[in-house]
């Protein structure tokens, strides 16, 4: 449906002329495939179908976002809400079957809501070694009337083994500094002036208060109901992989993931069952060519949410 939107807003669309033009990128698969044919490359599949023709241990990291275990329709899919136990099965019957494409060295982070999030620790638990427990908060939402107001997700981390890659001081947060101390020779301690304040560099936590989640004035965001923004999935790559290594989202929606991975330099594969989602990867994609810019990202570090004011190149139509 086409919707009439304000002068400002930034949400990023597919035109008919668009559409047939990123449609050509979309190759099937109908056989075994190699590492170089999946590299940098969208692929609009069912992945259950897709993993008996993917090579083995290609990915260095592994990004899961899942259907959340909500009643949810995405275009042309519906996911039902399942008992615990049973979101448990289904998720596991996804992982077990996601492993061999995983190097020895690969790490995994798995996206979910609050309540199934046990559920997730509990497959990962069986099969690789957890790490952590990332939150985050999503500043979006409804409030409840009889209820605390949903305004957190988690993402788990995990490892294939204890060698991995884990790159702290790429992914260290510069905050504002509310009370800057100086010593007795008036110089800073353990803070930065800048032109817009104090500042410090902190190592990263399990507790993110920095994400702001996509909306109609941001250049990354899309009509998809659930984007995850850039800046999130910046912090997994930076922090589990090197340049060059191999980011796999088997449930990609819009290509947030893989459109990070290609900024950051990285090589991916994105997998979506849905195709308008694909094609809205595909253009985000051919934007990041000339857009190299992770919204709240610069300088080399992660900065508060609002902290930063972000200039962007003028896109090419």
């Known amino acids: 449906m086409n919707k009439h939107r304000a002068i400002r807003n930034r949400t990023i669309t597919l035109s008919p002329a668009e559409t047939d033009r990123y449609s050509k990128d979309l190759i099937p698969i109908s056989g075994p495939v190699d590492t170089n044919f999946v590299c940098d490359r969208i692929l609009n599949e069912d992945i259950l179908r897709l993993l008996a023709f993917l090579p083995e241990g290609f990915a260095d990291l592994l990004i899961l976002d899942p259907p959340y275990n909500l009643n949810k329709t995405f275009t042309s899919t519906t996911f039902r809400k399942k008992s615990i136990t049973e979101y448990a099965e289904w998720f596991e019957h996804v992982l077990v079957r996601l492993l061999p494409t995983l190097r020895k060295t690969a790490s995994v982070y798995v996206c979910s809501e609050w309540y199934s999030s046990t559920a997730i620790h509990r497959v990962l638990d069986k099969f690789l070694t957890v790490r952590n427990r990332i939150t985050w908060e999503r500043e979006k939402g409804r409030g409840a009337a009889k209820n605390w107001k949903n305004s957190a997700e988690d993402i788990w981390f995990a490892t294939v083994c204890d060698d991995y890659t884990f790159n702290v001081e790429d992914v260290k947060l510069k905050r504002r500094v509310l009370a800057p101390y100086t010593g007795t020779d008036g110089a800073p301690r353990d803070w930065q002036k800048t032109s817009s304040g104090p500042f410090r560099l902190t190592h990263p936590s399990n507790l993110w208060s920095d994400i702001t989640v996509p909306f109609w004035s941001m250049p990354e965001n899309t009509d998809h109901p659930t984007q995850k ?27 947030s993931s893989i459109v990070t991975a290609r900024k950051l330099n990285r090589r991916f594969l994105g997998v979506e069952i849905q195709r308008q989602y694909c094609l809205l990867a595909a253009k985000r994609l051919h934007l990041a060519e000339f857009d190299q810019v992770i919204q709240g990202y610069q300088e080399g570090v992660f900065w508060e949410r609002n902290a930063l004011k972000t200039r962007r190149c003028t896109m090419p139509k």
Request: aromatic share 14%; net charge negative; proline share 7%.
């Open 229 to 255: 923004p850039e800046k999130l999935f910046a912090k997994l790559i930076l922090a589990s992989t090197n340049e060059n290594d191999f980011v796999f989202d088997p449930f990609m929606g819009v290509g």
